[in-house]
C-alpha cells in the first residue's frame, strides 16, 4: 500500500513564502505522476500543479510564476515552493501520486492558511 507523508504546511501572511514536502513510500510500482491539488471549503479539489515521468510540470493559471514543483525520482518525493501567497490559496493541499497502472493516491492533507 502506498504510503505519502506531508509536510510543509501553516499560517502565513500574504506575501509571504512556503514550501510543501511530500514522499511516497510502499509500491513497487513506478510513479509516473506526482502532484499537488488542493480543496478550499465550499470548493472542488483542483489540481496545484504536477510533474510527470521525462520532467514536464503542469500548473493551475492561478499559481503560474509563484509556484515551482520539483521531484526527487530517488527519493520518491516532491516539493512545491509557494511564493508570494495570496488568501485565496488559502486550502488543504493533498499531495496525490499515479501509478503506471493509472491508480491514484492521496495523502492526508496539509492546511495552509494566507492571511490578508
Known amino acids: 500500500q502506498v504510503q505519502l507523508v506531508e509536510s510543509g504546511g501553516g499560517l502565513v501572511q500574504a506575501g509571504g513564502s512556503l514550501r510543501l514536502s511530500c514522499a511516497a513510500s510502499?509500491?513497487?510500482?513506478?510513479?509516473?505522476?506526482m502532484g499537488w491539488y488542493r480543496q478550499a471549503p465550499g470548493k472542488q479539489r483542483e489540481l496545484v500543479a504536477q510533474?510527470?515521468?521525462?520532467?514536464?510540470?503542469n500548473y493551475a493559471d492561478s499559481v503560474k510564476g509563484r509556484f515551482t514543483i520539483s521531484r526527487d525520482n530517488a527519493k520518491n518525493a516532491i516539493d512545491l515552493q509557494m511564493n508570494n501567497l495570496k488568501p485565496e490559496d488559502t486550502a488543504v493541499y493533498y499531495c496525490?501520486?499515479?501509478?503506471?497502472?493509472?491508480?491514484?493516491?492521496w495523502g492526508q492533507g496539509t492546511q495552509v492558511t494566507v492571511s490578508s
Open positions: 496525490n501520486v499515479r501509478d503506471t497502472l493509472v491508480r491514484n493516491f
Open positions: 510502499g509500491s513497487s510500482f513506478r510513479f509516473n505522476a
Open positions: 510533474i510527470i515521468t521525462g520532467g514536464r510540470t
